[in-house]
């Protein structure tokens, strides 16, 4: 689940505050993301900074009986490599190359 996983900021996004949240460029795949509340763009800055996604939305005051909708809005980040998983330099949805001969 992503509330227990390690994530940041793709290298290849900047964010941009705005008074309702911030907005999110990606200069590889040209998307633009309106995070629409403050409280998401405090999370997202500060992901990388945390040990997982739970204790990020603990540090940017998102109530607990909030955090499953925050986990589907940044597994929606995700799906647009808008997040990657810490440490991954890879786009999202390309295949580990340990993956490659798995289909075989």
């Given at each position: 689940?992503?509330?227990?996983?390690?994530?940041?900021?793709?290298?290849?996004?900047?964010?941009?505050?705005?008074?309702?949240?911030?907005?999110?460029?990606?200069?590889?795949?040209?998307?633009?993301?309106f995070?629409?509340r403050?409280?998401?763009?405090?999370?997202?800055?500060?992901?990388?900074?945390?040990?997982?996604?739970?204790?990020?939305?603990?540090a940017a005051?998102?109530?607990?009986?909030?955090h499953?909708?925050y986990?589907?809005?940044?597994?929606?980040?995700?799906?647009?490599?808008?997040?990657?998983?810490?440490?991954?330099?890879?786009?999202?949805?390309?295949?580990?190359p340990?993956?490659?001969g798995?289909?075989?």
């Open positions: 689940m992503i509330l227990d996983e390690a994530w940041s900021l793709s290298p290849s996004v900047a964010l941009r505050p705005e008074p309702f949240g911030a907005l999110a460029y990606h200069f590889g795949n040209r998307r633009l993301t995070l629409k403050p409280e998401m763009a405090a999370v997202v800055r500060c992901l990388a900074e945390h040990p997982d996604v739970r204790t990020a939305l603990v005051g998102v109530p607990e009986s909030q499953a909708a986990a589907d809005a940044l597994a929606g980040l995700a799906r647009t490599d808008m997040i990657r998983p810490r440490g991954s330099t890879r786009p999202e949805g390309m295949p580990r340990d993956d490659a798995a289909a075989r």
